[in-house]
């Protein structure tokens, strides 16, 4: 997600501490935050598919997926 986007989320945060937001404000904010969630899950997701435990004997396991 670029910076500009979560700047502006960021603006429209502190506009919605100091007035109501307007709808188009209420809208924009909702697009921006699932898209923000969604580009940190890609990027949470991709780490732990790259993460590994190694035991005391040396050897290397990745991580299984959850109720696998």
């Known amino acids: 997600m670029e910076q500009s ?7 429209l945060a502190r506009l919605a501490k100091e007035r109501p937001l307007t709808e188009a404000e ?4 909702d697009a921006l935050r699932k898209e923000y969630i969604a580009a940190w899950r890609e ?3 991709a780490v732990l598919e790259h993460t590994v435990i190694q035991t005391p004997d040396g050897k290397r396991h990745p991580l299984k997926k959850r109720g696998s």
């Open 26 to 29: 209420l809208a924009e904010r």
């Open 43 to 45: 990027s949470t997701i």
């Open 5 to 11: 986007k979560i700047d502006r989320i960021n603006e």
